[in-house]
């Protein structure tokens, strides 16, 4: 049968839908396309993937469902990995319509895919570590309240997990949602920490350190995010009555995946240096509205459910992007 990956050309899609790949699996990527950041980058993404028999690629957005429907029917999915979504705390401060639309009712748009796809194992959806806010008790757990985001994007991740478990009790449809820990690596994304600081270093240009540098993240490889995507779609909640993490007692689970490890923004600056060899010209911001102070993944329900265990340390994962960062410069020109 055949996995649907919505956001194939996105960061965590593309690797995700690379590993099904590498394991056999056929793979019917969605994507859009969309601006927000560059879409050559994303093309180069999906170029990767059609180096592979068992992809194929619909071109279109998720929250059509007049579209959606008829293009995914006739590949017979049976288990849906949306990882499709606005992304970005900061630019939900201006642009919220963006959010309504890609995460409230594009996630809708798949929910009802699936409800419709007769013989579907399982949907595992893409939620954020964004949804706890500024909880004041560390590390997070999937257990602990999450009903005051400081982000427009927050509420409608939040959002999502709800819409998530309505479905799975009005149609016993088996879903888990994964809470994402700040995620790098290769093939990442150009608004995220990481390549923006590797991109100022080697330009010479200065780093911007809201907070001072203070803040704390799970920074989380890829490699260890994908293992951990593909084990739990491999494992579909039971619909049995039992407790689920993040307290459902229907075929609904919700887990946190990181790396259960924060460090601080200064120590990233400090790894990339070396990485690079390059020495940084930083400035100081204060916190942008929608940050929080630190995030800090509890994961234990995710390693008795799957063996979850990353393994990547941080100043190796940075190496490694920083190496193919490099080459991506290169094959730009």
């Not at 201006?94 to 309504?100: C, G, I, Q, R």
Request: with cysteine; glycine share 10%.
């Amino acid at each position: 049968m055949t996995v649907l990956v919505t956001g194939a050309a996105g960061f965590i899609g593309f690797h995700a839908a690379r590993a099904l790949l590498a394991r056999g699996e056929r793979v019917v990527g969605v994507d859009c396309f969309t601006p927000y950041y560059s879409p050559a980058l994303k093309r180069a993404r999906i170029r990767e993937l059609a180096g592979f028999r068992g992809f194929s690629l619909i071109e279109l957005d998720f929250a059509e469902p007049a579209r959606l429907v008829p293009a995914v029917r006739p590949h017979g999915i049976d288990r849906i990995l949306h990882l499709g979504a606005q992304p970005g705390v900061r630019w939900s401060i201006d642009h919220p319509h963006d959010y309504a639309h890609a995460n409230l009712a594009g996630h809708l748009s798949v929910l009802e895919l699936a409800r419709r796809t007769p013989g579907l194992r399982h949907m595992v959806y893409a939620s954020s570590s964004s949804v706890y806010g500024n909880a004041s008790r560390l590390p997070l757990s999937v257990e602990d309240r999450v009903d005051a985001p400081v982000s427009l994007y927050a509420a409608t991740k939040r959002a999502g997990e709800l819409m998530s478990e309505a479905y799975a009790h009005l149609y016993r449809l088996p879903l888990t949602g994964l809470r994402f820990f700040t995620v790098y690596g290769p093939w990442g994304r150009p608004d995220m920490a990481v390549w923006q600081f590797t991109e100022s270093l080697v330009e010479g240009r200065p780093i911007r350190l809201f907070a001072g540098g203070r803040l704390r993240r799970d920074f989380t490889y890829i490699d260890d995010i994908v293992a951990g995507v593909i084990a739990c779609l491999d494992r579909p909640p039971a619909d049995d009555g039992t407790p689920k993490p993040g307290g459902s007692t229907g075929p609904h689970a919700i887990y946190n995946i990181g790396n259960n490890r924060p460090e601080s923004v200064r120590t990233l600056v400090a790894l990339l240096e070396a990485a690079t060899g390059c020495r940084a010209l930083t400035e100081d911001w204060p916190m942008q509205p929608g940050d929080v102070e630190e995030t800090f993944a509890d994961i234990e329900p995710l390693k008795r459910a799957t063996g979850f265990s990353p393994s990547t340390p941080l100043e190796t994962g940075l190496a490694r992007f920083v190496d193919w960062y490099r080459g991506w410069r290169l094959r730009q020109g």
